[in-house]
């Protein structure tokens, strides 16, 4: 089975994001023929003299019209060494909180800077996102290298002070790469370029081929979230009762010995089900549904863990978390809001502000309110127990959304610290 990366793009507004993914579609002969007719005939009516790639990827009415993308897209290619899944998300400022939806999943990012104006504030801020949600590759691509003159000193001053942003957010330095391109014309994004000799890197298809990819956590404790409790009542079926969720970390087979959270409940897995039919285990990623020898009281929203109590989350009611604030409204101290932790969803107050993260230095300064875009510090109660775990060692657990309890519109992606 060929290997699938999950990746993410970012950068701010004019720094050729969409060319380069356009860029990226084209040469890995990932459009349909007469897409790429209509972008011709658009370039030539434009007065364009080579095709616009950008619009192989503003998909939106309103995107083509501004110029600018403005919602995630999901972009689906292979090459003979591995498929891909790219989360398309927007540059301009307003629509930050989109990069948190595109980078949530991702296993690698790539952020654009343009040559001429090196790293810029929104290079900070979704640098300091992709920290905090933990995505493990981060490349940047210099991209316009042709309006520098493929200058390398343009290209180096760029990937320092990009070195010492990472730094200042605990990247990894073997986890970071930087690659010099231009999308307008295709330098080092498929093959290197002759008119950067001085570059002796991988191109971005090749990081992007080459980069290793995080194992699913099979071997993590087990979580799996209940969706859906299954009782079709049907002649055949009259006494089965399953629990049905994706699996989010570890692997559970028959005979193993669950507990549920919050009640604390336990049982052995009598058989695990899948749509493909019954099978001896199913491991992270995977939906499954899980039938118990007893018969006990499970709903939508509890937790299914390993029986180990040593690696079981903590049940609390009161934690502190980082907030990646997503509306345009402002968050203050004391709001009533809705948690959604996996599949259960509890009324809570925002019992404390702590500050906002300085996106330069990574340091914590006060603050009475968070604004849309804003990376917060806060500590919450909640109404019921939740089974958490920090951000750092479990994204299915650690993971939550603040809700609008009136429209029910998403107001924040919370992060436990």
Excluded at 32 to 39: G, K
Excluded at 202 to 224: D, G, K, N, V
Excluded at 227 to 247: K, N
Aim: proline letters at 6%.
């Amino acid at each position: 089975m060929m290997e699938l990366l999950r990746f993410a793009t970012a950068g701010s507004v004019d720094d050729g994001k969409s060319t380069l993914v356009g860029r990226l579609l084209f040469e890995t002969k990932s459009v349909l023929a007469d897409q790429l007719d209509a972008v011709e005939r658009v370039s030539v009516d434009r007065g364009l003299s080579t095709p616009d790639l950008s619009l192989l990827t503003d998909g939106l009415r309103a995107e083509r019209e501004q110029g600018i993308t403005i919602d995630v897209a999901y972009r689906y290619f292979s090459t003979p060494r591995r498929s891909f899944i790219l989360a398309d998300t927007p540059g301009h400022v307003q629509y930050t909180r989109n990069t948190v939806t595109g980078a949530s999943t991702s296993q690698l990012a790539v952020i654009l800077v343009d040559a001429r104006h090196g790293v810029v504030e929104q290079t900070y801020r979704h640098t300091a996102l992709l920290a905090l949600l933990r995505v493990p590759r981060l490349v940047l691509a210099v991209n316009k290298m042709d309006l520098v003159g493929y200058d390398e000193a343009v290209f180096d001053a760029i990937a320092a002070t990009f070195a010492d942003l990472t730094a200042t957010f605990e990247y990894p330095a073997e986890d970071v790469d930087v690659v010099p391109v231009s999308a307008l014309d295709g330098d080092n994004v498929v093959v290197p370029s002759a008119r950067m000799p001085w570059f002796r890197g991988p191109t971005l298809l090749h990081l992007l081929e080459s980069t290793p990819i995080p194992a699913p956590e099979l071997t993590q404790p087990l979580r799996m979230p209940v969706q859906y409790v299954v009782r079709p009542r049907t002649g055949e079926h009259s006494d089965y009762r399953g629990y049905a969720g994706r699996i989010s970390a570890g692997t559970v087979r028959d005979g193993d010995e669950v507990v549920i959270l919050p009640s604390g409940s336990r049982s052995s897995v009598r058989h695990v089900d899948t749509s493909h039919g019954r099978v001896d285990s199913a491991g992270a990623g995977r939906s499954a549904t899980l039938v118990l020898d007893d018969d006990i009281d499970v709903a939508r929203g509890d937790l299914i863990v390993g029986a180990d109590g040593a690696t079981a989350p903590t049940l609390r009611s009161d934690f502190e978390a980082t907030l990646c604030w997503l509306s345009d409204r402002p968050l203050d101290k004391g709001a009533k809001l809705l948690v959604r932790h996996g599949t259960r969803t509890t009324p809570c107050v925002v019992t404390a502000l702590h500050g906002c993260v300085d996106i330069r230095t990574a340091t914590t300064v006060p603050a009475d309110q968070l604004a849309i875009n804003d990376i917060g510090r806060v500590s919450i109660h909640t109404a019921d127990l939740l089974p958490l775990e920090p951000y750092a060692l479990s994204r299915a657990t650690g993971g939550f959304l603040l809700i609008d309890p009136v429209s029910g519109n998403t107001l924040a992606a919370g992060l436990v610290a």
